[in-house]
């Protein structure tokens, strides 16, 4: 299973950029890479998802070298709302089953103004 | 379109007690997962339900049991609490899709006293 590594907390002030980075060493070639955002006393949200190289959306983006052994979650211009836990995880939802999913302890991402 | 419920909200039971929480999908998703969340800590999985079976399980003792009907809802029970069984119980729903994103419910947090 591609355990992860992320850093346990991170502080940031509103308008700057966010970037944390998770470490999956042995990813397999099937996994992918997502983020979820979760604030307290809610559900995860999904943020991003990848296989490598580069994706962006409207909220985030999500940077993945050649060798797939980390990846960088960029939030650009944070906000206080933004304050939160944020979850790597490297694995394969199959279809009808979770596969190999693991939420790791998150980052918890503390936004100052 | 409703997202993901879960009831109820909170509860409170003792030990030795039995509790059955409830969960309803996203419209068009077919799968559930349930996860376990203590405070803070990562969603851990409890297991997945696809077709009314359970498809995948985790680490977690057979006092934990599920159901899904035909409609997609689904039910988390647990036998014989334990003060330890104390935690936030989120469902998430999904498609059958290979990698589909999960949606989360925000969760029944049950204390077990």
């Known amino acids: 299973l591609a355990k992860t590594t992320q850093p346990i907390s991170m502080d940031s002030y509103e308008g700057q950029e966010v970037n944390i980075t998770c470490s999956h060493n042995n990813i397999a070639t099937n996994d992918y890479i997502t983020w979820y955002q979760q604030f307290p006393s809610q559900g995860p949200r999904f943020i991003i998802q990848g296989y490598k190289t580069k994706v962006t959306n409207e909220v985030a983006s999500l940077f993945i070298p050649a060798d797939r052994k980390s990846s960088t979650l960029s939030l650009p211009r944070v906000s206080l709302s933004d304050t939160a836990v944020y979850y790597c995880l490297a694995g394969l939802n199959y279809g009808g089953s979770q596969g190999n999913l693991i939420f790791g302890k998150g980052t918890k991402l503390s936004v100052k103004p | 379109d409703a997202g993901v419920t879960q009831s109820p909200t909170h509860l409170i039971k003792t030990r030795g007690q039995q509790v059955t929480l409830r969960c309803s999908p996203k419209?068009?998703?077919?799968?559930v997962s349930w996860y376990q969340q203590a405070l803070g800590q990562g969603p851990q999985f409890i297991f997945q339900y696809y077709e009314e079976e359970e498809r995948q399980r985790g680490n977690f003792p057979d006092r934990f049991s599920g159901h899904q009907f035909p409609n997609y809802s689904s039910e988390l029970n647990v036998n014989a609490l334990l003060l330890g069984d104390s935690a936030l119980y989120l469902c998430?729903?999904?498609?059958?899709?290979?990698?589909?994103?999960?949606?989360f419910g925000s969760g029944t947090q049950l204390s077990v006293l």
């Open positions: 998430a729903s999904s498609s059958g899709h290979t990698n589909e994103k999960l949606f």
């Open positions: 419209s068009g998703h077919d799968t």
